[in-house]
Nanobody, 128 residues
Framework: VQLQASGGGLVQAGGSLRLSCVASERLYLSYILGWFRQAPGKEREFVAGVSWTGINTRYRDSVQGRFTVSGDNAKNTNHLQMNNLKPEDTAVYYC??????????????????????WGQGTEVTVSS
């Protein structure tokens, strides 16, 4: 699958952005989808993810309650809605996908190395 992330930009603290990840094929019922970010000088970190069924979601603690991941199944698109943005959210954001080894569980991977397919990244800058 090919992924393309978009929607980044410059926003003031407290503002909102909606990132989109468009896939070349259906994500729903096929792929685990994760959002990661990498700030300058830091390692890439998990931000949010959704399971292959779309039922389960997971967030890193620092974005819980501010970010929401959702899917638009008809458009093969996943969104990351980011509200109440903070300067520490400044980073390049990536979407990533992987097919689970089997479909008996409905978990979400949080480690970068567990994902196979990556989008090109979209830059988010939050000014104070």
């Amino acid at each position: 699958v090919q992924l393309q992330a978009s929607g980044g930009g410059l926003v003031q603290a407290g503002g909102s952005l909606r990132l989109s990840c468009v896939a070349s094929e259906r994500l729903y019922l096929s792929y685990i989808l994760g959002w990661f970010r990498q700030a300058p000088g830091k390692e890439r970190e998990f931000v949010a993810g959704v399971s292959w069924t779309g039922i389960n979601t997971r967030y890193r603690d620092s974005v819980q309650g501010r970010f929401t991941v959702s899917g638009d199944n008809a458009k093969n698109t996943n969104h990351l809605q980011m509200n109440n943005l903070k300067p520490e959210d400044t980073a390049v954001y990536y979407c990533a996908a992987v097919k689970p080894p089997d479909y008996s569980s409905d978990g979400i991977y949080t480690r970068e190395r567990e994902y196979v397919y990556w989008g090109q990244g979209t830059e988010v800058t939050v000014s104070s």
